[in-house]
């Protein structure tokens, strides 16, 4: 038996100094977070569910982004990228598709050597904390690394120190609640088959599920726009397809055409959109909030109230394009200040209100606005933005420049932020409107 050391223990600057910095996530910006650190000598490890980089991107793929190239790029990483002999796609001012992001620009990145050789695929994070202590402790708390526990894809647990923390897990994968209240509606569970995520592979690996079949599109947001022109083409092709869009609210103000949106991808969406229900080919039900869902013929009946009355609809399957929110579950022991109202870091939420703010007119931020009551660490991205639809890349890259001058003692170029983005119309005017992403 040995005997213990009960000796009181103070984490050292310098084996902080020393430890990595964790990145959460191997998605645009957490690849972009490695390009600033590398730039600026700091190591990193960089933690990914996936077997590749971009998994979720991979998932919704087939999808148009409403960014042109020049705003999908890091600056860091570009700078990387080049002195390696990498060319960047032609700006022609189109906005690429999910996967040609991926694969002309991100695997390009993640295949750098300084990079890549720091990304653990099959990663899964389930905890953040810190060593020796839960949120309750204080003392010494920010001279204490920080414990990320994580499961590899072949269930083994482990756990590694870091010096900080940057969360840039994204929202995709924890989509909101189909029930107007953002809970499960009651019968979710028995349905679930049938209800899919947003941003399906309509005309492509997914039409077996929508084609011939009756298709309720949930949401008022532009993951819910480009479904539903999807559906709309795959009608034209497939007799007995059927579109109704449901929508909670009395319109759909994020998804019509703006004359002052200057990403031409999307107020080309909303203007198909615009044209598809006039026509007819898409069945627009508004102000209807969903409750229950239950198994009906094989298909889903949705039960709710619509101006004040009890309704259902039936439909053979149901594409939830609610919109998406942070999972914080894996950061019940960090301290964390959050807005009460979109669950984004609270010096940040008035910047990015949905109520207030369209993409375009977010101010430039960074770790100043970013920052929590647990020193080093940050919610980076999409995931920053909890349930806000607002965000850009561009604003995601310049959070992680800021963060990682931050990080290297340089005050200077961490609270000098700028960053030019597109005007881009309304994105939101209710934030319970239940609508998707709007700035991909």
């Not at 189109?94 to 750098?112: I, N």
């Not at 994968?173 to 349905?191: F, K, Q, R, Y």
């Not at 898409?282 to 009906?296: A, G, K, P, W």
């Amino acid at each position: 038996m040995t005997l213990l050391d009960l000796t009181p223990r103070t984490a050292t600057s310098d084996r902080m100094a020393a430890l990595p910095v964790v990145i959460i996530g191997a998605g645009p910006i957490g690849l972009a977070a490695a390009a600033n650190l590398v730039e600026r000598g700091i190591d990193f490890t960089i933690l990914e569910v996936g077997d590749r980089v971009s998994s979720s991107i991979r998932l919704w793929g087939h999808t148009r982004l409403f960014s042109p190239w020049r705003h999908l790029i890091d600056p860091a990483a570009r700078r990387l990228l080049e002195a390696a002999g990498w060319s960047a796609p032609t700006d022609d001012g189109r906005a690429p598709k999910g996967r040609e992001l991926v694969d002309e620009y991100l695997e390009s990145l993640a295949a750098l050597p300084q990079i890549g050789s720091r990304i653990r695929f099959g990663t899964r994070v389930v905890a953040v904390a810190r060593e020796g202590m839960d949120r309750t402790r204080s003392a010494g708390r920010a001279q204490t690394p920080f414990l990320v526990r994580l499961q590899t894809s072949d269930g083994a647990v482990e756990e590694l120190s870091g010096r900080a923390v940057i969360d840039a897990s994204g929202t995709y994968t924890t989509p909101n609640p189909l029930a107007s209240t953002g809970l499960d509606p009651i019968g979710a569970a028995e349905v679930g088959d049938l209800v899919l995520h947003a941003l399906p592979d309509v005309l492509g690996a997914d039409r077996a599920s929508f084609a011939g079949a009756h298709t309720v599109v949930v949401g008022a947001g532009h993951s819910a726009a480009n479904t539903l022109t999807g559906l709309a083409r795959l009608a034209e092709d497939e007799p007995g397809t059927r579109v109704t869009w449901l929508i909670r609210n009395p319109s759909a103000v994020r998804v019509s055409s703006s004359p002052d949106d200057e990403l031409a991808d999307r107020a080309k969406l909303g203007s198909r959109v615009d044209r598809l229900v006039d026509s007819g080919q898409i069945t627009l039900v508004d102000s209807f909030e969903i409750s229950r869902l239950q198994n009906q013929d094989g298909g889903v009946r949705l039960t709710g109230r619509r101006r004040g009355e009890d309704v259902f609809l039936d439909a053979d399957v149901v594409v939830n394009a609610t919109g998406f929110r942070p999972d914080l579950s894996m950061l019940r022991e960090v301290r964390l200040d959050l807005d009460d109202i979109v669950e984004a870091p609270r010096r940040l939420a008035p910047l990015i209100d949905p109520n207030l703010h369209s993409c375009g007119t977010v101010s430039p931020h960074g770790f100043a606005e970013l920052r929590h009551p647990e020193p080093g660490f940050f919610l980076v991205g999409m995931k920053s933005y909890g349930r806000a639809p607002t965000f850009l890349l561009a604003t995601g890259y310049e959070q992680v420049r800021s963060i990682a001058a931050w990080l290297d003692g340089d005050m200077s170029a961490a609270t000098e932020v700028q960053l030019t983005l597109p005007a881009t119309g309304v994105c939101s005017t209710d934030l319970g409107s239940g609508g998707g992403s709007c700035c991909s």
